[in-house]
């Protein structure tokens, strides 16, 4: 495989994205030499894609909807060497709301005794 030949499984659905005037995708490819930036017509959002993913090209859609700066620190924050600390994030943010919903309930509790 070359390394511009990816998998996509409709083709027409996207437009691939070399250049753009902030030199966002050179900068993608930056941090990781396999990335490729696509634009899905069907969904209208930012993808990127890995040429060394043979099977299924598809790393992370940007949340945003320009190609700006976002989409660096977006790539570098999602890289897989951060899994533990994305883990940590989340479980954090999942404790936080269980605590919040622990606290509401108890509240409906109250209440309807009182």
């Known amino acids: 495989m070359q390394k511009e030949d990816f998998v996509l499984k409709n083709k027409k659905e996207y437009v691939f994205i070399n ?6 995708c ?5 941090i990781d030499d396999s990335y490729r930036v696509v634009y899905n017509l069907n969904k209208n959002v930012y993808e990127v ?11 992370f859609t940007l949340p945003y909807s320009s190609l700006d700066e976002r989409a660096i620190n977006f790539a570098l924050k999602t ?11 989340i479980d954090k943010q999942n404790e936080a709301l269980y605590n919040c919903m622990v606290k509401q309930e ?7 005794l009182c």
Do not use: G, M, T
């Open 79 to 89: 890289r897989r060497q951060n899994i533990d600390k994305i883990i940590a994030e």
């Open 26 to 30: 050179q900068r993608l490819r930056e």
């Open 19 to 24: 250049y753009d005037n902030l030199f966002i």
């Open 49 to 59: 894609h890995s040429v060394e993913q043979p099977f299924n090209s598809y790393c």
């Open 106 to 112: 108890v509240n409906k509790l109250k209440e309807a």
